[in-house]
Structures are given as structure tokens and as C-alpha cells.
């Protein structure tokens, strides 16, 4: 798993689910359901005061899983099929960005040995 914090762009459907992510000089399309949860920050070290009127994540980071396949590129004469990949954003809830967290490499598992070697006796 790769751990990033790169700014990323999302659209997301009229009921604010994402669709559709651009990064890194490419476009993605979601193709799974996204699961969305919270984190608690660590608010009283990262900011010495909270500024008047604010809140909204001050205390927790609003993250989405999502599963996205990569939108063939543009140029070539064969589309190659690609693996989905799995990302983490996280939404700031004061200015509406998105930022990538982490690049999950789950679906790139070598395979399983199928003869582990056995553990010495003594």
C-alpha cells in the first residue's frame, strides 16, 4: 500500500457519491460501490486554535474508499484492459477538495505457494 497526499479531482453524482476521479494526467471511473467513514485527527496538535466559525472537520476526516477502473487511453489503437485499483480520499469539508491518501495494492497479491515449506523439529 502506498501512503500519498497529492491533490486529486472527483465529480460526484447529484447525491454526492463520487463517479468519476482524475489524477495524475489520468481519468478513472468508479466501479463499485464507494464506502465512506470518519477519522478523529489529531486537532489539538496540528492546530493551536481553532479560527471563530469553524467546525466542520475540524475534528474528523471525512474518507472514501473507492474502486476505480482506468478509462482506456486516449491515442492507442487497442485498448489494454486494466486492473481496478482501490484509492483512499479524503474530502476536506471546509473547502471541498480532495485529496488522495493511499493507493491500496490488494488486487496485485502473488500467488498463494502451494507447498510453504514445513518447520523444523527438533
Known sequence: MGLFSESVEVTC??????????WAGRSYTVCAESVRWYERRSWWAEESRAPLGTGPGLVDHEIWRLQVQPEPQQG?????AEEPLTLDLTRNAGNGRWRLLRLHDALHTEPADPDPPHPRTA
Do not use: F, I, K, L
Request: charged share 25%.
Open 76 to 80: 492507442r489503437r487497442e485498448p489494454v
Open 13 to 22: 453524482s447529484a447525491d454526492g457519491q463520487p463517479v468519476h476521479v482524475q
